[in-house]
T-cell receptor, first 115, second 109 residues
Framework: DAMVIQNPRYQVTQFGKPVTLSCSQT?????MYWYQQKSSQAPKLLFH???????NEADTPDNFQSRRPNTSFCFLDIRSPGLGDAAMYLC??????????????FGDGTRLSIL | GQNIDQPTEMTATEGAIVQINCTYQ??????LFWYQQHAGEAPTFLSY??LDGLEEKGRFSSFLSRSKGYSYLLLKELQMKDSASYLC??????????WGAGTKLIIKP
């Protein structure tokens, strides 16, 4: 089945130790998104890619970086995780942006814990 | 600013009907989405409305009034598995989703 896959499902890291979360998709969608979601809160968009065009949200901390080496893969790098970065990180894809009505398809998420 | 409002929590009985309301304010509007999110899991797409009116999909229906900036999700014949959070998200003029915090729906036997 075509899908969005995130690895790992659960990630524990130490305060200040860099961590990378990965996302892959077999939907061949050209738009990919990274969201941060804390308990009982709305998903917060961190970045999105339209093909290789990178779009950073204005309030995304510099501590967060992203890479998209090809259509299928996208990575979220957190350079120096702080306690406030503990959250669920969601990767999503959609068909080309600029068209209403295209739903975003989510991976199962990576729950990040900071020790 | 852009904003989505929906109730924090609702309770309903198995087999009953529940309506979850959502109001939105966005810069431009390109449609409204409803997603279901079970605890600890990712959101899954339920419905999309861009024109006024009711869209029915099995036990779930979604309604939109653009003039009022208002939508609702109607769930019929509630089942225990419908216990989840329901997120409303409006698409703005840049085709970005503005998300609500979700309504936690608790189903009681």
């Amino acid at each position: 089945d075509a899908m969005v896959i995130q690895n790992p499902r659960y990630q524990v890291t130490q305060f200040g130790k860099p961590v990378t979360l990965s996302c892959s998709q077999t939907l061949n969608h050209n738009v990919m998104y990274w969201y941060q979601q804390k308990s009982s809160q709305a998903p917060k968009l961190l970045f999105h890619y339209y093909d290789k065009d990178f779009n950073n949200e204005a309030d995304t901390p510099d501590n967060f970086q992203s890479r998209r080496p090809n259509t299928s893969f996208c990575f979220l790098d957190i350079r120096s995780p702080g306690l406030g970065d503990a959250a669920m990180y969601l990767c999503a894809t959609s068909r080309e942006s600029g068209q209403g009505g295209q739903p975003q398809h989510f991976g199962d998420g990576t729950r990040l814990s900071i020790l | 600013g852009q904003n989505i409002d929906q109730p924090t929590e609702m309770t309903a009985t198995e087999g009953a009907i529940v309506q979850i309301n959502c109001t939105y304010q966005t810069s431009g509007f390109n449609g409204l989405f409803w997603y279901q999110q079970h605890a600890g899991e990712a959101p899954t797409f339920l419905s999309y409305n861009v024109l006024d009116g009711l869209e029915e999909k099995g036990r779930f229906s979604s309604f939109l009034s653009r003039s009022k900036g208002y939508s609702y999700l109607l769930l019929k014949e509630l089942q225990m598995k419908d216990s989840a959070s329901y997120l409303c998200a409006a698409m703005d003029s840049n085709y970005q989703l503005i998300w609500g915090a979700g309504t936690k729906l608790i189903i009681k036997p």
